[in-house]
T-cell receptor, first 114, second 116 residues
Framework: SQTIHQWPATLVQPVGSPLSLECTVE??????LYWYRQAAGRGLQLLFY??????ISSEVPQNLSASRPQDRQFILSSKKLLLSDSGFYLC?????????????FGPGTRLTVL | AQSVAQPEDQVNVAEGNPLTVKCTYS??????LFWYVQYPNRGLQFLLK????DNLVKGSYGFEAEFNKSQTSFHLKKPSALVSDSALYFC??????????????WGLGTSLAVNP
């Protein structure tokens, strides 16, 4: 069965500090991977998605970036955090193997920027 | 433009009563529709999907959803609500375009509160 991991679970960072959040998927190959941010416990904002190694599409211009160095690894980064970067960050995956587009989510990372 | 609407920010029901969480959509072509649930400080959990076939689809935890093409709706239902069903519910539709990006368009979520 497939499993998706995210770490860390919680993070408190000062403004201006760097960020690195990691997401890995087990039990599937060549997944599409997604980073979402959820503010104030409500709507999901798609930040980045990737259809393969090294292929990143950005949905929203901001001070965040994403990378996919391996097939099942997706990293969200920032060089300098802003207060507005606080939120709940969710990684998700899907693929073409018997799926119809439903995405499966990791447990999330709660980021607080002070 | 393709979109999903969840017209109710919050739904309150008494335990044991039936519940409905509403979702309407606008999409080109045949819709692929999904419902997810999110408990506090957790990731989203997939509940059910409609792709084709029977308009009434059954999912996890006793939930079901009814696809209505003429009303472009996909309402989530449960015959008898439990206090443990209290959570945030999201409706989503798959973007229908060429390519393999498989993005979903999300509603803003409906907070369900089931009162004992």
């Amino acid at each position: 069965s497939q499993t998706i991991h995210q770490w860390p679970a919680t993070l408190v960072q000062p403004v201006g500090s760097p960020l690195s959040l990691e997401c890995t998927v087990e039990g599937t190959s060549n997944p599409n991977l997604y980073w979402y941010r959820q503010a104030a416990g409500r709507g999901l904002q798609l930040l980045f998605y990737s259809v393969g190694i090294g292929q990143i599409s950005s949905e929203v211009p901001q001070n965040l970036s994403a990378s996919r160095p391996q097939d099942r690894q997706f990293i969200l980064s920032s060089k300098k955090l802003l207060l507005s970067d606080s939120g709940f960050y969710l990684c998700a995956w899907t693929n073409f193997q018997g799926k119809n587009g439903e995405q499966f989510f990791g447990p999330g990372t709660r980021l607080t920027v002070l | 433009a393709q979109s999903v609407a969840q017209p109710e920010d919050q739904v309150n029901v008494a335990e044991g009563n039936p519940l409905t969480v509403k979702c309407t959509y606008s999409v080109s072509g045949n819709p692929y529709l999904f419902w997810y649930v999110q408990y506090p400080n957790r990731g989203l959990q997939f509940l059910l999907k409609y792709i084709t076939g029977d308009n009434l689809v059954k999912g996890s935890y006793g939930f079901e959803a009814e696809f209505n093409k003429s009303q472009t709706s996909f309402h989530l239902k449960k015959p008898s609500a439990l206090v443990s069903d209290s959570a945030l519910y999201f409706c989503a539709v798959r973007v229908n375009n060429a390519g393999n990006n498989r993005k979903l368009i999300w509603g803003l979520g409906t907070s369900l509160a089931v009162n004992p």
